[in-house]
């Protein structure tokens, strides 16, 4: 973070400062107490489970050069040099705000910010794209997944004086929330991954996702860039939204600018073609991939790192943990897909194993959440899928999962079926079914927590491997 006096800080939350604090400077912005460190600018949020204002003397005892706190637990006359809060009405929009003002007076002009939305692939595309420009420039990417009103701002605070990119991922649940962040990040560049069936519990249909994911790109800076996946109707019919940037496209359909192709796959590499010359072995399975990787070739060119070294940086890149992250435990291949899903990425997880070749695979499917209305249907026709793909045994696991095969009415493929009404029954069944040689798949909403189930798997591996 590019230090900020306590004097700015109250200008920008429209708070006063005590005359003897406002020179002190925020050294970083921390918003929990238990990793504060002398300097930090300690902003109390809450949630459903914890208030920070219950930790603002300890805060303050550990070095906070300040707190902002609620209005709701704290009077402004409580403040003073002493005791140097910033009262608040809302500590979440206070922080925005700081962000806002952060974002335009204190970041160096020349850090190019790179915002990053898509119902799938944004965290992957956002660390490729790092794991490129890092290569020839200095700059970050937002750590795991700070897509929201609390990770953005964070993000927009940990670049420094000298950084020339910053990557953030712009997420959503509902209408209007990509817009309120990308006016708060004005992006430099936006990158739009994929629309697919997420959020629909408040979005309501893939239109929705269409209109919400574009709105991205209102706040996008002037003559700035937008790469845009059009593989969806619903997003070409938009892209007038986008016609005050530079605007390329991108996609599997003849309607890009850019065409990706994925010329071969395995479980463990995908072979991409961009553009049609340029060659990309990926070090991850899925033939969807090859979009993600077209969009990071499309914005490293724009930063002007030539095209070699992109096609050599994509080729050692190393996936987020759970996003097809690939790995042996105990002679079984093992794909971690568990960080999220939803019927679009559930498909295309279910395509790549029916793909690939081994003794036997099996594909573990638990519930996909924030599907709306319509949840039981979608879960019902990706089960039908995932019958159809012959493998030699379907693991589902919770309720919605469970219920929407029951409704199937004993529909079957080929193989075995496991119900497993939770991830703990998850892990006994695969304990007991998996041996060398095999392939397992897991993919599920992160709510259901099936990366419990890999790190059973891991700790089982590894007794196996002993008492061999």
Not at 197 to 205: F, N
Not at 242 to 262: D, P, Q, V, W
Not at 272 to 296: K, S, Y
Not at 457 to 462: E, F, V
Request: aromatic share 4%; with cysteine; net charge neutral.
């Amino acid at each position: 973070m590019i230090p900020m006096p306590l004097g700015q800080v109250g200008a920008a939350l429209g708070v006063p400062v005590a005359a003897g604090v406002r020179e002190d400077v925020a050294l970083r912005i921390c918003t929990d107490s238990r990793e504060l460190e002398r300097g930090d600018l300690f902003f109390a949020l809450s949630g459903p489970n914890f208030d920070g204002n219950d930790f603002v003397t300890q805060a303050l005892a550990r070095g906070a050069v300040g707190c902002v706190v609620s209005r709701s637990r704290f009077s402004a006359e409580e403040g003073g040099a002493a005791r140097p809060l910033l009262v608040v009405d809302d500590t979440v929009s206070a922080l925005g705000r700081l962000a806002h003002d952060y974002r335009r007076n204190v970041m160096s002009p020349r850090t190019v910010v790179v915002g990053v939305t898509g119902s799938n692939g944004k965290t992957t595309t956002k660390r490729m794209l790092d794991h490129v420009l890092r290569a020839e420039l200095a700059g970050r990417a937002s750590p795991r997944s700070f897509n929201n009103q609390i990770g953005v701002p964070l993000t927009l605070f940990s670049a420094n004086a000298n950084d020339q990119y910053l990557v953030t991922e712009i997420g959503t649940n509902s209408p209007g929330e990509i817009a309120r962040l990308t006016e708060i990040a004005a992006p430099d560049v936006g990158v739009l991954t994929s629309v697919g069936e997420a959020h629909l519990e408040k979005l309501g249909s893939i239109d929705g996702v269409a209109r919400e994911k574009m709105s991205l790109f209102h706040h996008v800076r002037s003559r700035g860039l937008a790469v845009i996946n059009v593989d969806r109707a619903e997003v070409r019919r938009r892209l007038e939204e986008a016609a005050h940037l530079r605007c390329m496209t991108i996609g599997f359909t003849a309607h890009a600018n850019t065409r990706a192709r994925c010329l071969e796959h395995s479980i463990r590499h995908s072979d991409v073609e961009i553009d049609g010359r340029f060659r990309i072995r990926l070090p991850m399975p899925g033939a969807h991939h090859a979009t993600n990787a077209a969009a990071t070739f499309l914005v490293a060119r724009w930063f002007g790192v030539d095209p070699e070294t992109i096609i050599e940086r994509l080729r050692n890149y190393v996936p987020p943990e759970g996003r097809t992250e690939v790995f042996d435990i105990g002679g079984v291949t093992v794909v971690d897909d568990t960080y999220n899903a939803n019927p679009s990425s559930m498909s295309a997880a279910i395509q790549t194993l029916r793909d690939s070749a081994a003794a036997r695979r099996i594909f573990v499917m638990a519930d996909m959440l924030e599907l709306g209305a319509r949840s039981e249907r979608h879960h019902q026709r990706v089960l039908r899928n995932l019958l159809d793909a012959g493998f030699d045994t379907v693991v589902c696991v919770g309720p919605l999962t469970c219920e929407a095969l029951a409704e199937l009415r004993g529909y079957s493929g080929r193989g075995a079926v496991e119900t497993c009404p939770n991830t703990s029954d998850a892990s006994s069944v695969l304990s007991n079914l998996l041996r060398p040689g095999d392939v397992v798949w897991l993919k599920g909403s992160r709510a259901m927590k099936l990366d419990r189930v890999v790190g059973d798997l891991k700790q089982g591996g590894g007794r196996r491997a002993a008492v061999a």
